[in-house]
T-cell receptor, first 116, second 109 residues
Framework: GAVVSQHPSWVICKSGTSVKIECRSL??????MFWYRQFPKQSLMLMAT?????????EQGVEKDKFLINHASLTLSTLTVTSAHPEDSSFYIC????????????FGPGTRLLVL | GQNIDQPTEMTATEGAIVQINCTYQ??????LFWYQQHAGEAPTFLSY??LDGLEEKGRFSSFLSRSKGYSYLLLKELQMKDSASYLC??????????WGAGTKLIIKP
């Protein structure tokens, strides 16, 4: 299957700082990338969908100014959590999909964010 | 509205067979995905069904009935490492995945 990487896998930061998470598709071109958040023992929550070269589409209730998404190339998308607060602590997972909308989404390993 | 239903938790015995059911209601339909998620890890892809019938892949099989809005994941010869959450996701007419809350499968020796 396709390989998607995420970096960093763990990050601990102070409240008020910004954190950038990278998502890369290693062996395919990801036309579309997705960012999810998952709180402990809860289901995946889609935050936003990004297509290469265009602005991300955010789900209802997700602040676009707080969660900045950039999908500048077919293999890289970044999520920046600006002015992070303790309630932003969560498991952030990206997924990537190739050119066809029906293609499978492949997930990165996730990034655990802890904001102190 | 769009909705996915699957049991919250199931328990099975090592070596046995378990069937995890999923019913869905979506605006249009472009296929049904099953993912496995171990605790603390990201989901990994298991199967995709878009036509009615059974797709077998080793110890795992997935079934779809479009007319009934129903799918199941069948796991045979259960191993302890199969203890995980199993996520059902249906793709709607906009190619958006609608996710179920997941079924936590507990395997007992």
């Amino acid at each position: 299957g396709a390989v998607v990487s995420q970096h960093p896998s763990w990050v601990i930061c102070k409240s008020g700082t910004s954190v950038k998470i990278e998502c890369r598709s290693l062996d395919f071109q990801a036309t579309t990338m997705f960012w999810y958040r998952q709180f402990p023992k809860q289901s995946l929550m889609l935050m936003a969908t990004s297509n290469e070269g265009s602005k991300a589409t955010y789900e209802q209730g997700v602040e676009k100014d707080k969660f900045l998404i950039n999908h500048a190339s077919l293999t890289l998308s970044t999520l920046t959590v600006t002015s992070a607060h303790p309630e932003d602590s969560s498991f952030y997972i990206c997924s990537a999909r190739g050119g066809s909308p029906r293609e499978t989404q492949y997930f990165g390993p996730g990034t655990r964010l802890l904001v102190l | 509205g769009q909705n996915i239903d699957q049991p919250t938790e199931m328990t099975a015995t090592e070596g046995a067979i378990v069937q995890i059911n999923c019913t869905y209601q979506t605006s249009g339909f472009n296929g049904l995905f099953w993912y496995q998620q171990h605790a603390g890890e990201a989901p990994t892809f298991l199967s995709y069904n878009v036509l009615d019938g059974l797709e077998e892949k080793g110890r795992f099989s997935s079934f779809l009935s479009r007319s009934k809005g129903y799918s199941y994941l069948l796991l045979k010869e259960l191993q302890m490492k199969d203890s995980a959450s199993y996520l059902c996701a249906a793709m709607d007419s906009n190619y958006q995945l609608i996710w179920g809350a997941g079924t936590k499968l507990i395997i007992k020796p």
